[in-house]
């Protein structure tokens, strides 16, 4: 028994082989009839822009596929590198220098930094994109069933009409004929119906995509970078001090550290009312004893457009591009802001009165925190 129904399998394996290979070979010759213009095809333009549609469509999303896998290489790629940066500084940094606990705890923020910007981006957009991708596979076999359905039922159509067209008419073979016709248009027009229903709607999705995608990255790195700006301020302000320790010690000077940019702003607030912050009216009243005292015959005549004169208290090393960069002693003259809103609280503009000496011109100015100098 067991060996009949080997036999069976054998003779049902054997016959779905022999099936496939005929609709193999009626589809071949369907081809080259159709290619020769002896057979006429069916055809469906906006069919052929769907298809043509989601192959580029697939072809871009595979790209962006493999450029946002690169780019998060290359995060995870700085991570690595701006940690052993960080910890080369903070294995370094001995212990009485100023901030060596700031720089610890800038070295452990930026590393979590780092790793939660890119745990976001392969949580959200990374997911989010094979996810997208993950469709097509099987869109893409259904293309491709579907040509063969269509050539099927082509073949067919065509095998039915010379039936039909014979001088010797066999109704039980156009009989045949017509049933395999009809069968071969069901099944293409089914999975055609449901494709050109799908086709579109995938299209029509990628803007959507795109949209969510690039905006979710672009958040990302905008909070990113805001908070490593941050840190890196921090950073800048402990390696500022460093060096104002570094040269006090050079001079053999005490020294104890001023306050940052961001303090000298907020204690400007707090201070006697004569180191609040100056408005336009104020800072016309300025001008205008400085004026005074000039032509009431004081021993010193400021030069045009400078307000007062302020000393250096402390060092002060320069951060940004536009800031004054002073030494203790030197000699500041004040000017006044050509647009007041521009003033920072607690920052005054100016040029060293050595360069003033020098080349009688004020082009070098820059600002400086108030509370690092004494009024003159």
Same mark, same amino acid.
């Given at each position: 028994?067991?060996?009949?129904?080997?036999?069976?399998?054998?003779?049902?394996?054997?016959?779905?082989?022999?099936? @496939?290979?005929?609709?193999?070979?009626?589809?071949?010759?369907?081809?080259?009839?159709?290619?020769?213009?002896?057979?006429?095809?069916?055809?469906?333009?906006?069919?052929?822009?769907?298809?043509?549609?989601?192959?580029?469509?697939?072809?871009?999303?595979?790209?962006?596929?493999? *450029?946002?896998?690169?780019?998060?290489?290359?995060?995870?790629?700085?991570?690595?590198?701006?940690?052993?940066?960080?910890?080369?500084?903070?294995?370094?940094?001995?212990?009485?220098?100023?901030?060596?606990?700031? !720089?610890?705890?800038?070295?452990?923020?930026?590393?979590?930094?780092? @790793?939660?910007?890119?745990?976001?981006?392969?949580?959200?957009?990374?997911?989010?994109?094979?996810?997208?991708?993950?469709?097509?596979?099987?869109?893409?076999?259904?293309?491709?069933?579907?040509?063969?359905?269509?050539?099927?039922?082509?073949?067919?159509?065509?095998?039915?009409? @010379?039936?039909?067209?014979?001088?010797?008419?066999?109704?039980?073979?156009?009989?045949?004929?017509?049933?395999?016709?009809?069968?071969?248009?069901?099944?293409?027009?089914?999975?055609?119906?449901?494709?050109?229903?799908?086709?579109?709607?995938?299209?029509?999705?990628?803007?959507?995509?795109?949209?969510?995608?690039?905006?979710?990255?672009?958040?990302?790195?905008?909070?990113?970078?805001?908070?490593?700006g941050k840190l890196n301020q921090d950073l800048n302000d402990v390696m500022t001090k460093l060096?104002?320790?570094?040269?006090?010690?050079?001079?053999?000077? *005490?020294?104890?550290?001023?306050?940052?940019?961001?303090?000298?702003?907020?204690?400007?607030?707090?201070?006697?009312?004569?180191?609040?912050?100056?408005? *336009?009216?104020?800072?016309?009243?300025?001008?205008?004893?400085?004026?005074?005292?000039?032509?009431?015959? @004081?021993?010193? =005549?400021?030069?045009?457009? =400078?307000?007062?004169? !302020?000393?250096?208290?402390?060092?002060?090393?320069?951060?940004?591009?536009?800031?004054?960069?002073?030494?203790?002693?030197? !000699?500041?003259?004040?000017?006044a802001w050509e647009n007041p809103d521009e003033q920072d609280d607690g920052w005054l503009m100016?040029?060293?009165?050595?360069?003033?000496?020098?080349?009688?011109?004020?082009?070098?100015?820059? !600002?400086?925190?108030?509370?690092?100098?004494?009024?003159?």
């Open positions: 028994m067991a060996e009949e129904q080997g036999k069976t399998g054998k003779g049902i394996n054997t016959g779905k082989l022999a099936t @496939s290979m005929q609709k193999r070979l009626s589809r071949a010759q369907e081809k080259v009839l159709q290619k020769l213009g002896k057979a006429d095809e069916t055809r469906d333009t906006a069919f052929e822009e769907g298809v043509a549609n989601f192959n580029k469509q697939m072809a871009e999303g595979t790209k962006l596929q493999k *450029d946002l896998r690169a780019y998060l290489a290359a995060v995870k790629t700085m991570h690595d590198a701006s940690k052993r940066l960080q910890d080369c500084l903070a294995d370094m940094y001995e212990p009485e220098w100023f901030g060596k606990e700031e !720089v610890d705890t800038i070295a452990e923020e930026t590393d979590i930094l780092w @790793s939660d910007y890119h745990d976001k981006l392969v949580d959200n957009s990374m997911i989010a994109m094979d996810t997208y991708l993950a469709q097509f596979p099987d869109i893409k076999a259904r293309i491709a069933k579907r040509d063969r359905k269509m050539t099927d039922y082509d073949s067919a159509r065509h095998h039915f009409g @010379s039936l039909q067209k014979g001088k010797k008419q066999d109704q039980a073979k156009i009989a045949k004929a017509e049933e395999e016709l009809g069968r071969a248009q069901k099944v293409f027009e089914e999975i055609n119906v449901d494709l050109q229903d799908e086709l579109p709607q995938l299209w029509n999705s990628r803007v959507g995509f795109y949209v969510n995608t690039f905006q979710s990255m672009a958040g990302y790195q905008q909070r990113f970078h805001k908070d490593m060096d104002e320790q570094r040269l006090a010690k050079k001079a053999g000077k *005490d020294w104890k550290p001023g306050p940052k940019k961001s303090e000298a702003a907020a204690a400007n607030h707090s201070v006697t009312p004569d180191a609040a912050p100056k408005t *336009d009216t104020a800072m016309a009243a300025a001008a205008g004893a400085a004026t005074t005292a000039v032509t009431n015959g @004081s021993s010193e =005549v400021l030069p045009a457009g =400078v307000i007062y004169k !302020v000393k250096a208290m402390h060092d002060y090393a320069a951060t940004d591009g536009d800031e004054l960069e002073m030494k203790a002693g030197d !000699v500041v003259l004040v000017l100016g040029v060293k009165e050595s360069h003033w000496l020098e080349n009688k011109d004020l082009l070098a100015k820059g !600002v400086f925190p108030e509370n690092f100098t004494q009024k003159l």
